[in-house]
């Protein structure tokens, strides 16, 4: 009865358990820990159907999994940092644990793996983005003839103007997109803002702290870039509208420049054909809010 009870209580400890499973979402990088003896599968399709039924079995005993982003090379370096073997189980293992706390991880709640993937490496690029943003922003310093922090004086400067642009649209879900022309190539971070039953805005914080990263990060160089807004309510046109970015303000585009962005395609340059029920018009004006301040560093 005694031995009963212990297993019934392993159990139940075993649901309370949170796991992660560090997936390999693509071909390049399953071939890559091939190399590893201990890594015993052979077929990428096979890993993947047998990851999910581990995953739907996991959610049908009641377990909690996440699944992270198992990068090949991130890993190699871990061992290497570590003095582990990256030829053991273990070591994988204590790698994926790492990327539990530091790394893009989302939590396995029944979807499908074709979305899930697709979402884990969006979020993946999110984090890049994010610390590449935060990095070149630190890196400029303090302004020569004020002493003040270039990088945090910009991001207040983007956080405010994120403020007015939301409270300045339309009622409906907001569809944000900004883009810098940055080295060694265009940082673009989306922001989706959606309306509860109540009217209130909700931000994912982790999307909104991004966004304001990199408009921050085009403010504080002067760097080229834009911002476009669509907003969607049930029975009304969506709107389409931007800005560009100018100097440490933004300067409104007109309906022309809007639809010619959004009806071009940014690789052939080729006309695409508009869609309906859209109105690409001007933007709301943001008041004194969006005009390039006196002070510039």
């Not at 890993?47 to 990068?71: M, N």
């Not at 539990?100 to 884990?120: H, I, K, M, N, S």
């Amino acid at each position: 009865m005694a031995h009963t009870d212990h297993q019934t209580m392993r159990r139940v400890l075993r649901r309370e358990i949170a796991g992660t499973i560090g997936l390999l979402t693509d071909e390049h990088d399953f071939r890559a820990m091939r190399r590893y003896r201990s890594f015993t599968f052979d077929n990428h399709t096979s890993y993947l159907q047998q990851v999910e039924a581990l995953l739907k079995t996991r959610a049908s005993q009641g377990s909690h999994t996440a699944v992270a982003l198992f990068d090949p090379q991130e890993y190699a370096e871990f061992c290497a940092d570590t003095g582990l073997d990256p030829d053991v189980q273990s070591s994988r293992t204590r790698f994926t644990a790492e990327l539990a706390t530091t790394g893009p991880v989302l939590p396995y709640e029944g979807q499908p793996l074709t979305d899930l993937v697709p979402a884990l490496v969006d979020e993946a690029v999110r984090q890049a983005t994010w610390e590449y943003a935060s990095t070149l922003l630190a890196r400029l310093g303090a302004c020569a003839s004020c002493g003040e922090d270039i990088g945090r004086a910009a991001f207040t400067r983007a956080s405010h103007l994120l403020v007015r642009i939301l409270d300045t649209a339309g009622a409906g879900n907001r569809h944000l997109v900004c883009s810098v022309s940055a080295t060694p190539e265009t940082l673009v971070s989306v922001l989706h803002a959606d309306e509860d039953d109540r009217g209130a805005i909700q931000l994912d914080e982790a999307e909104a702290l991004e966004f304001t990263t990199v408009l921050a990060l085009g403010i504080a160089t002067q760097s080229p870039g834009g911002l476009v807004m669509r907003t969607s309510a049930p029975g009304t046109t969506d709107r389409v509208y931007g800005w560009r970015l100018r100097g440490e303000g933004l300067e409104p585009l007109t309906a022309g420049e809007v639809f010619d962005a959004y009806c071009t395609d940014i690789e052939s340059g080729d006309l695409i054909s508009p869609e309906s029920d859209v109105d690409y018009c001007v933007p709301p004006d943001l008041g004194d809010e969006g005009q390039t301040p006196g002070h510039r560093h």
